[in-house]
């Protein structure tokens, strides 16, 4: 069985500030793994995801995350928090086959001071 | 940019009643999924679809949900006997196929059970 954790509830930051959201992952063997934002009364909206290739993955408005297997880690970072990054932001696991259901973390709620 | 509607974007109904959650995935998409998100907890998977059948389903998919594709372009989520514990965001996802592992999220549909 598949689960994630994310450490933190919630995170705020000063705009500006590096954002380092982290998420670790439990898995009999490397998964895919996600991370989707969520804004206020909004869907789910991928920002990055890990399948194979380089571990250092980039996504959309900045993001970024890093996949360490001997960690079973994807922390998501920002170097700069911009305002519109204020949201709730989940990690996800699915398996490496024909059934891609996503397993998510808790989720993190990222709050932006100016 | 091609995207998953969901509606209603609100639903309130009495516990007791049947309601039906509607989604159009995006249209080459062939694997369809909904999920849930009950307020302040994580998102779960609930069912996953391909080829007019079940594919997957969790332990919360009993008997009172049912999911189908009555034509070419929905895919619908019925509770046949609401109760207050399915008060909840239902979201929708759909993937292209077999290989590709990316989730594309419907806004959702807020259940709001009396």
């Known amino acids: 069985a598949q689960s994630v954790t994310q450490l933190g509830s919630h995170v705020s930051v000063s705009e500006g500030a590096l954002v380092l959201l982290r998420c670790n992952y439990s898995?009999?063997?490397?998964?895919?793994l996600f991370w989707y934002v969520q804004y206020p009364n909004q869907g789910l909206q991928l920002l990055l995801k890990y399948t194979t290739g380089a571990t250092l993955v980039k996504g959309i408005n900045g993001f970024e995350a890093e996949f360490k297997k001997s960690e079973t880690s994807f922390h998501l970072t920002k170097p700069s928090a911009h305002m519109s990054d204020a949201a709730e932001y989940f990690c996800a696991v699915s398996k490496r086959s024909n059934d891609y259901k996503l397993s998510f973390g808790a989720g993190t709620t990222v709050t932006v001071r100016a | 940019e091609p995207e998953v509607t969901q509606t209603p974007s609100h639903q309130v109904t009495q516990m007791g009643q049947e309601v039906i959650l509607r989604c159009v995935p995006i249209s080459n998409h062939l694997y369809f999924y909904w999920y849930r998100q009950i307020l302040g907890q994580k998102v779960e998977f609930l069912v996953s679809f391909y080829n007019n059948e079940i594919s997957e389903k969790s332990e919360i998919f009993d008997d009172q949900f049912s999911v189908e594709r009555p034509d070419g372009s929905n895919f619908t989520l019925k509770i046949r006997s609401t109760k207050l514990e399915d008060s909840a965001m239902y979201f929708c996802a759909s993937t292209r196929d077999v290989n590709q592992e990316t989730q594309y999220f419907g806004p959702g549909t807020r259940l709001l059970v009396l």
């Open positions: 898995s009999s063997v490397p998964p895919y």
